[in-house]
């Protein structure tokens, strides 16, 4: 027997509201995702180096220091997106959980683009950057997670 449509877990809900109705599992690795979003996103944001070659392993040491300071300045914007990214997600969480299906949808996306766009535009490193890795690892396990949120 089919829901009505006020029953429905919907990807953009008719209303938006704080009551989710998908799998717990999904609500729960929301909340890790969304404080591994702000945490990763302080340290681009405040680490010397935006993490650019403690973390992502760019060989910061190897350029000219204008081109250095380029690079930990991007770092450090990209550290803000995530940070409001990340403030985005806690709303959601806390305020507005029927957006959680939706959110998901915008992690895959993100973290999609992040593997074709480092295709295109590659860099060269002294090593494997957690989240060259983490990219890999984020897109299929978001798509079993939006299911998971839908059902």
Request: aromatic share 10%; glycine share 8%.
């Amino acid at each position: 027997m089919e829901k009505n449509s006020t029953e429905r877990i919907k990807l953009l809900p008719e209303s938006i509201n704080n009551q989710y109705r998908g799998r717990k599992l999904a609500l729960y690795a929301f909340l890790i995702i969304t404080i591994a979003t702000l945490v990763r996103s302080l340290i681009h944001v405040f680490a010397p180096d935006g993490g650019a070659q403690s973390i992502a392993t760019i060989p910061l040491g190897d350029y000219p220091a204008d081109a250095a300071a380029a690079v930990i300045l991007m770092f450090s914007l990209w550290g803000l997106s995530q940070l409001l990214m990340g403030i985005v997600y806690l709303f959601v969480y806390f305020k507005y959980q029927s957006l959680i299906p939706a959110m998901y949808v915008l992690m895959i996306v993100e973290y999609a683009m992040r593997i074709v766009i480092g295709q295109m535009k590659p860099i060269v490193t002294s090593g494997t950057a957690p989240g060259r890795i983490g990219n890999w690892v984020l897109v299929p396990g978001c798509i079993l997670l939006l299911a998971l949120s839908l059902i």
